[in-house]
């Protein structure tokens, strides 16, 4: 019998006109192939492997503004926030983060501090930490803002600094529309 492995995410959307906008610059301005824009952007906020009791699922529909000056490209992968020879940014999945400074994170961090509360000992069952602002008690151990754009085999310059410049140069903000909690059962 196959095993069943419970999810629950916390996804802050990006608004549809945001979304076209970075797709318009990363075509015609930074080379990227339309098959490789990434469609539904958005940013995981929260993400827990055990289902948390008495947490209310519920979308929100606000509007938040993220400064583009306050981003850095990065490929997703271990080790990805910072240039490599051994991470093949066309090989893997390629993005932005929001740094510390951007003007969203107060938001973002206070809509995943909403979670905190529902991590309880039976929940967390010998987890190394629990979640706080910038680290996670499931998946990866520190929390980034961040957001997946450009899909794999994408033939993008390996130099991540060159796109970035370009992308900060052609747009100011980027804005989010719709916080949404999502789980997801499947088998493994």
């Given at each position: 019998?196959?095993?069943?492995?419970?999810?629950?995410?916390?996804l802050l959307w990006i608004d549809k006109d945001s979304e076209k906008e970075i797709?318009?610059?990363?075509?015609?301005?930074?080379?990227?192939?339309?098959?490789?824009?990434?469609?539904?952007?958005?940013?995981?906020?929260?993400?827990?492997?055990?289902?948390?009791?008495?947490?209310?699922?519920?979308?929100?529909?606000?509007?938040?503004?993220?400064?583009v000056a306050e981003t850095r490209f990065m490929v997703f992968a271990p080790g990805?926030?910072?240039?490599?020879?051994?991470?093949?940014?066309?090989?893997?999945?390629?993005?932005?983060?929001?740094?510390?400074?951007?003007?969203?994170?107060?938001?973002?961090?206070?809509?995943?501090?909403?979670?905190?509360?529902?991590?309880?000992?039976?929940?967390?069952?010998?987890?190394?930490?629990?979640?706080?602002?910038?680290?996670?008690?499931?998946?990866?151990?520190?929390?980034?803002?961040?957001?997946?754009?450009?899909?794999?085999g994408n033939n993008i310059d390996k130099n991540l600094t060159s796109i970035g410049?370009?992308?900060?140069?052609?747009?100011?903000?980027?804005?989010?529309?719709?916080?949404?909690?999502?789980?997801?059962?499947?088998?493994?």
């Open positions: 019998m196959e095993k069943k492995l419970y999810s629950l995410y916390a797709s318009n610059v990363l075509i015609n301005k930074c080379g990227v192939e339309k098959e490789h824009i990434q469609r539904g952007m958005h940013v995981t906020i929260y993400h827990s492997r055990r289902k948390l009791e008495g947490l209310k699922y519920e979308t929100i529909y606000e509007s938040i503004k993220a400064d990805g926030e910072n240039p490599r020879k051994d991470i093949d940014p066309n090989k893997r999945p390629v993005g932005i983060r929001l740094t510390k400074r951007n003007v969203a994170i107060p938001r973002l961090l206070e809509l995943r501090r909403s979670f905190f509360r529902y991590e309880n000992d039976n929940i967390l069952s010998n987890r190394r930490q629990r979640t706080s602002n910038w680290k996670n008690a499931f998946g990866s151990s520190h929390f980034q803002a961040h957001i997946v754009m450009i899909r794999p410049k370009v992308f900060r140069n052609e747009l100011k903000y980027i804005y989010f529309n719709k916080f949404e909690i999502k789980e997801r059962l499947r088998t493994g």
